[in-house]
């Protein structure tokens, strides 16, 4: 006997555990980017991504990683540290390519208790719509391809200061 579940439960259920990883990886110990990394290394998770400059002169530097996770739909975990002349910006984020974009954002409104969010725009170009609420000190930015009635494709970063 089969038993199918329907076309939405699968893809609350896959938001759901989108939301549930970025919640452990980057909420846990928000913006700490020496314990997201090791969270991500612990994991087994595969390295895409390493950039990192040494500090200069003036002391400014610029850390980014993102790691590649296979689960379905698969993500990437992206963290960035940077300092520099105008302050630090650290931020810890998920994107997912294959995950529905309207079900994640209803998800991640649920499980997250979001208001009304600080503020909704369209990038410049036109290709993202980003959506911003303050949560606990932090800047939780929400960015979908709305603008361009894609359906699918998701990031949410955690952030110190806005975009």
Known sequence: MLLAAPAGAQASESAAQILAS????????????????????????????????????????????????????????????????????????????????ADFRAELIKTMKLGKPVSEAVSGDGIYRHTVWAVSGFTLTFSDKSPQNAKQGVRLLLSNKPL
């Open 22 to 101: 970025f919640q452990a990886l980057c909420m846990a110990d928000p913006l700490d980017f020496a314990k997201n990394d090791q969270k991500a290394t612990e994991q087994h998770f595969m390295l895409a991504q390493n950039m990192s400059s040494q500090p200069d002169e003036s002391g400014f530097y610029t850390r980014s990683k993102s790691y590649g996770v296979m689960a379905t739909p698969p993500y990437e975990l992206v963290l960035n540290d940077t300092h520099g002349p105008r302050g630090d910006f650290k931020s810890c984020g998920i994107r997912a390519n294959e995950a529905d974009a």
